[in-house]
């Protein structure tokens, strides 16, 4: 008698996966090689990455992580708006039913406790940190931050959010380099169904990013997606980077990149603007302190051990990729 094997989704490494949305659910494998594979419909077959899910053989799972997950109740599981999974010391995102957590994105603790504090029906599985399930009300809030009100910090906020852009970037290019697609609905033929390489544009000066899409035989580009920062926002080559790519494979660009919060902490390599002289411009060199060095973008002239007490009541933030933007 054969043996069928089947496998269950724990989570989507890239957030456009055809089973990001269906975490927890099992499906028969049909055919196995770098990644399973399993019919979705009479003559479609649609894969998925191995690491991304947990073998089940007659209903047995041998999948030693599944243990951890035997003692929390599946119906807590489907009711939760936002689940996490615990991985390591990070946190991933399995589960957002109102999208604004990336599947499969990795997020820390203190992320978590923050983003669990401010919304409804946050749940953590394994229970590895001091709370299950979170409620929208004043006792899970002081479970959530140790009995202190609850602080949402912007530039700790911009900081998830970059590094969720870096790991959908780095995810994306790397599925160009697969060449197997994921025969989703999600994205378009390029993205679904061919290799395909990825050059981007950064324009420091327009503060906007190109992405080029070419497959394996072409020559010039086949899609171009592009991102330009507002005249009010902060611009950030990671986040551009990750909105121009999802535009140029048809995904769709979640909400946290079009409105991330703008940085509030002046850091060595932001480049500012001064507010009272809107094309002085320049890149920040050095920061001890109150202390600063400044380079001006101009002509290149430096400014050294300047004071500021709080250096954005006279200046903005207007770019805080930190030198990873061509001219």
Same mark, same amino acid.
């Given at each position: ?29 049909? /055919? ?62 399995? !589960? ?11 997020? %820390?603790?203190?992320?978590? !406790? ?99 899409? /070419?497959?394996? %035989? ?28 999802? /535009? ?47 380079? /001006? ?31």
């Amino acid at each position: 008698m054969e043996t069928k094997k089947y496998v269950r989704i724990k989570k989507a490494t890239c957030k456009s996966a055809w089973y990001a949305d269906k975490i927890g659910q099992v499906f028969e494998v049909e /055919r196995e090689g770098p990644n399973y594979f399993t019919r979705t419909g009479p003559h479609h077959l649609s894969a998925i990455r191995k690491e991304d899910a947990e073998v089940i053989v007659n209903n047995e799972t041998r999948n030693e992580e599944a243990d951890e997950m035997k003692n929390v109740n599946q119906t807590t599981i489907d009711s939760a708006s936002t689940v996490f999974e615990k991985v390591g010391d990070k946190y991933i995102g399995s !589960k957002s039913r109102f999208g604004d957590i990336l599947i499969g994105a990795p997020y %820390s603790e203190a992320f978590v !406790k923050a983003y669990a504090s401010e919304r409804k029906d946050v749940l953590v599985i394994p229970k590895t940190i001091e709370y299950t399930a979170f409620l929208r009300n004043e006792e899970m809030k002081k479970v959530a931050t140790h009995g202190q009100a609850p602080i949402v910090n912007d530039q700790a906020r911009r900081d998830e959010i970059v590094e969720q852009a870096k790991a959908d970037v780095e995810e994306l290019v790397l599925n160009g380099y697969d060449g197997e697609g994921f025969w989703g609905a999600e994205g378009n033929e390029t993205y679904r169904k061919f290799s395909y390489s990825v050059e981007f544009l950064p324009d420091r000066k327009k503060r906007k990013v190109t992405a080029l899409i /070419r497959r394996t %035989s072409d020559i010039d580009p086949r899609h171009i997606g592009r991102a330009k920062a507002a005249t009010s926002d902060c611009f950030n080559v990671h986040i551009g980077k990750a909105i121009a790519l999802r /535009r140029a494979l048809g995904l769709a660009v979640p909400d946290e990149y079009l409105n991330a919060p703008q940085p509030t902490e002046v850091r060595v390599g932001d480049v500012i603007s001064w507010t009272a002289f809107k094309d002085e411009v320049y890149a920040v060199t050095k920061k001890s302190g109150i202390i600063y060095d400044f380079t /001006r973008i101009k002509n290149g002239v430096k400014y050294n051990s300047l004071s500021y007490k709080n250096l954005l009541d006279s200046a903005t933030i207007i770019d805080d990729s930190r030198g990873e933007v061509g001219e």
